[in-house]
């Protein structure tokens, strides 16, 4: 079919307002939220957006008769190249699918549409003293289905977990049309955890049509604190301290100098300029419980070092020293044009070291970098500035980050904490997982898309076509035992 | 069903390489940790190979400030808790037979006892996991940190899967600070309406037991709410929860109230009790009272004897316990109580019954909707079913 013909079929399916296929409409398509210059653009066929699950169906099928590779797309606001149509293809934006369709308040679930915003379900649940625990920086822009696709977290899931804790079931088209459920209100059903291999698979298995979710209780008391410390080594042993001693706070976040000096002048968080670190701490739970362990963390950071320790329990006070947080990312613009944002996890312990190596990666490649990251959980943000216009800027950024990315494999790390490895990391996959483990998870990607046509060249580092690893795994075996399994 | 051979591999690449003689023999291979919940799922359609992983054993890497373990996964439950206790960690989480259980079995059945209910399960916990398959190969995912999304999400693909896809041999988990003290309260109510809703007035409440359960006693009911954490908080909500329940409570501290715990764990083990019928059912919690009055209504109609109810009302879940011979009459019976609740809930599983209840039946109850993608990753990761062939959900 020419693709003519096939803009005219997905207009029939989804009616004509709801296809985009002119060179302008795509344009913005052609990206999300990654950087420019490092994750590679591409344009799709055509953009569609359903407002049912039938029309997603429908969708699908056309693109399977086809043979176009289909990319679902939330919010755009992924940071890893997940939501471009890397081989072209249809890309069905998913924004249009925006209703909460059920809160249930006695069993603590939503059941809602894929398009639904992050923050839009926790305002409507807000009432009724719930929220939705995955809060990724995006949460005022991304969608829950694009969460589900990335394992989003944010700064709470050091306490409340990470997206796939908080999904109880989902409805997917899958790769050949059909449309079903799997998980549901029900915990504990007999058969393999289908959602749990969904949730995180980057739109490479299925496309939620609709997700039903956790809802988790409004803490009754919140503690803010600011942790004053003279340089990243005392205020990373104040996180191992923490934790050590068997608190987990609702989160723990770390901002580096050069992030107070983008962010106190704009946002007047009271931040203090001449720290070397500052720790944002949360504390919630019941009231009386709240105190005892603010006293406690108050005291543990003192201990390792920490010049001053500002407590705030009233909200609009808690709010201000949030909100530099929160704006960070927004903030650097007062110190470079661009920022590249690395989103590499290391253990607790190896805070110290990996910070001092972005130190030294920063001078030898003559970068700034700025570190505003989940402290508690070892999720490093580094933000490496620079000016995308200055000749040689973006190579040496990729020069370095592949510098960063290695040191945090080598110390036990790993290569994305919550943004996803999309296009944008999947070149570094060997550096963690050999042919075996990348079968093992092909394994997977075939049982639910065996033509490999949702979200190609995604995760699976460059030659690593599903179909062929599979078929080589079972060559090597055939091989090596004298089997044939077809 | 006996096998004809036990290999003991001492290494992952030996389990890797004993999967692959068996698949190049045809062979079919249950994998064994600590031999608790042999009596889990359908008889398998062949059974030529135990594959014990007794001597997988010990500590890989443990990082107590880092709150992260590695462990091989024939490591007996109970050793590996011991080890985490030194440091005040743990992983929160109930095991009928701690001495016997082991991680990879814990992760293969996803057995989850009374906590479930505050704290998840081990699913919440694996941060990453090493498996064995038929190819011969041994591959990995996820990782050492606590917060990993490079790649696919295969532990929660492997756990619960029941050793149908593949051989655990060593798993990493995120493990939790001790809590500092804990205090049960219990009540016993006359009626299973009366202990639920006081369970309901507990869930609605800033209470947040880790474990909240309704359990048939002596012709009554019996309400237990485990709290965890702070002495001055626990003490606290202890009272508060007390004051919930309209009926007079107890309350048991510290030691007292893990012991009591530990003893009602230990009646949900598989492995004990030598007849009778385990059952676990589950609903939505709102008609959880509903199904379970019917299904004691149909009990007594079948005249299959209820032995032990333990409810997990937060979860929508309950075990049951029947007692009776495995006589061809009582099996008929059986079958025809579980035929009448099938429909009633979101599932049915026949937990641990003598083979003579077993027969004819697939004891995980209604085949899943997505029966036919759990076939494909069969497919994919086990091609020639070498691995506890038919014993899983839909004959998988």
Known sequence: MDRASIIERLERIVGPGGVFHRPADLLVYEYDGSVDGAVETARPTAVVLPTTAEQVAEVVRLAAAEGLPVVPRGAGTGLSGGAVAQSGGIIIALTRMNRILEIDREDRVALVEPGVINLELTEAVQPDGYFFAPDPSSQRACTIGGNVAENSGGPHCLKYGVTTNHILGLEVVLPDGRIVWVGGRTAGQPGYDLTGALVGSEGMLGIVTKALVRLTPLPEAVTVMLADFPDIDSASHAVSRIIGAGIIPAALEMMDNLTIQAVEPAYHAGYPMDAGAVLLIEVDGIAEDVAATAAEVRELCIEVGAREVRVASEKAERELLWKGRKMALAAMGRLAPNYYLHDTVVPRTKLPATLRRVGEIGNEFGLRIANVFHAGDGNLHPLMLFDRHKKGDVERILLASKELIKYCVEVGGSLSGEHGIGTEKRGYMTLVFTAEDLAAMAGLKNSFDPRGLFNPEKVFPKGYVCGEVRALRLQAMAQKHGIYAF | ?396
Request: charged content about 20%.
């Open chain 2, 1 to 396: 069903m006996c096998p004809s051979a036990v290999v003991t591999p001492q290494t992952p690449t030996e389990v890797a390489e004993a999967l692959a003689d068996a698949a190049e023999r045809g062979l079919g291979v249950a994998p064994v940790g600590g031999g608790t919940a042999l009596a889990l799922g359908n008889p398998p359609e062949r059974l030529d190979v135990a594959l014990s992983l007794e001597r997988l054993t010990g500590i890989l890497a443990y990082e107590p400030t880092d709150l992260t373990l590695s462990v091989a996964a024939g490591s007996r439950f109970a050793d590996v808790q011991a080890v985490l206790a030194e440091h005040g960690q743990t992983l929160p989480i109930d095991v009928p037979e701690p001495e016997r259980a082991t991680i990879g079995g814990l992760i293969a059945t996803a057995l989850a006892g009374p906590r479930r209910y505050g704290l998840g399960t081990l699913r919440d916990l694996l941060i990453g996991i090493s498996v064995a398959h038929p190819t011969g190969a041994v591959s990995k995912a996820g990782g050492m940190v606590v917060k990993n999304v490079s790649g696919f999400d295969l532990m929660r693909l492997y756990h619960g899967s029941l050793g149908t896809l593949a051989v655990i041999v060593s798993a990493n988990f995120k493990v939790m600070p001790l809590p500092r003290f804990e205090s049960t309260i219990q009540a016993s109510y006359a009626t299973l309406s009366g202990a639920l809703a006081a369970a309901d007035r507990v869930r609605g409440s800033r209470v947040r037991p880790a474990a909240l359960e309704v359990a048939q006693t002596d012709g009554r009911w019996l309400l237990a709410a485990r709290i965890e954490g702070r002495e001055e908080t626990v003490r606290l909500l202890a009272r508060e929860c007390s004051d919930l329940l309209a009926a007079e409570a107890t309350t048991l501290d510290a030691g007292d109230s893990a012991a009591w715990w530990a003893g009602y764990i230990k009646e949900e083990s598989l492995a004990r009790h030598e007849r009778g019928v385990t059952v676990r059912l589950g609903t939505v919690s709102k008609r959880l009272g509903e199904v379970l009055t019917r299904a004691t209504e149909l009990a007594t109609e079948h005249e299959l004897p209820l032995e032990a109810i333990h409810v997990s009302p937060g979860l929508g879940a309950a075990l049951l316990k029947i007692g009776g011979e495995a006589d061809e009459a009582t099996v008929a019976r059986f079958h025809q109580w579980r035929e009448s609740l099938l429909g009633l809930t979101d599932y049915l599983t026949v937990m641990r019954a003598p083979v003579e209840f077993k027969r004819g039946i697939d004891v995980w109850g209604k085949p899943p909707a997505t029966l036919d993608v759990m076939r494909a990753l069969k497919q994919e990761f086990d091609p020639t079913r070498v691995l506890n062939p038919g014993r899983f959900a839909g004959g998988i």
